[in-house]
């Protein structure tokens, strides 16, 4: 299996832009995960999905941030409107259904400038 | 809250030695700890895991510590070898297969030639 695969690798806007960060689970994986990486609070989880449904998006920052699903095997992260503060990298993982650990992509670096 | 930290930022060691790295965690309800390792420009790998009902696990080079009464863990790498130069993240979770996974902030190992 090629992993989960993140796009893109590298993202650089203007603030006030909207940003798409895609992935592609493992085929099979159950669960889709979005985080997000900073120096400050390290690994954060935004928001994951069961089966596609959202389960818990307690940890999206703000209302400007929205996730989906709209298949097994593709989900996107949106930014509308982008601010400077969200520059980081933000990692999808999957899991499958009864597995013990999440398998990461390789992850967007953002920069809002 | 950070509900998993990780004190120590980075960690210098020379070729040979052990590397301890430490995980503290505030949640008693944690029941599975794993270590994850990061190359840069990589996302993170799955490394090591424990679940509360052990005190050690060890696999090859890397074992993990559990200390439930400390709510303390540690990742000792024994000997340690320049690749093993990455960031590591302790993460917790309320279940064997749970889908909430808290991160630390990660801790930075060099490992001297």
């Known amino acids: 299996d090629a992993g989960v695969i993140q796009s893109p690798r590298h993202e650089v806007t203007e603030m006030g832009q909207e940003v798409t960060l895609r992935c592609k689970p493992i085929s099979g994986h159950d669960y889709l995960f979005w985080y997000r990486q900073t120096m400050m609070r390290g690994l954060e989880l935004l928001i994951y999905?069961?089966?596609?449904?959202?389960?818990?998006d307690s940890g999206m920052p703000e209302d400007r941030f929205s996730a989906k699903m709209p298949n097994a095997s593709f989900s996107t992260l949106k930014i509308q409107p982008s601010e400077p503060r969200d520059s980081a990298v933000y990692f999808c993982?999957?899991?499958?259904?009864?597995?013990?650990?999440?398998?990461f992509g390789q992850g967007t670096r953002l920069t809002v400038v | 809250d950070q509900q998993v930290k990780q004190n120590s930022p980075s960690l210098s060691v020379q070729e040979g030695r052990i590397s301890i790295l430490n995980c503290d965690y505030t949640?008693?309800?944690?029941?599975?700890f794993l270590w994850y390792k990061k190359y840069p420009a990589e996302g993170p790998t799955f490394l090591i895991s424990?679940?509360?009902?052990?005190d050690k696990n060890e696999d090859g080079r890397f074992t993990v510590f559990l200390n439930k009464s400390a709510k303390h863990l540690s990742l000792h790498i024994v000997p340690s070898q320049p690749g093993d130069s990455a960031v590591y993240f302790c993460a917790a979770s309320p279940f064997v297969n749970g889908n909430q996974f808290y991160f630390g902030t990660g801790t930075s190992l060099t490992v001297i030639p």
């Open positions: 993982a999957s899991k499958r259904l009864g597995g013990t650990e999440a398998f």
């Open positions: 424990i679940s509360s009902i052990k």
């Open positions: 999905f069961n089966n596609n449904v959202p389960i818990d």
């Open positions: 949640n008693s309800m944690f029941d599975y």
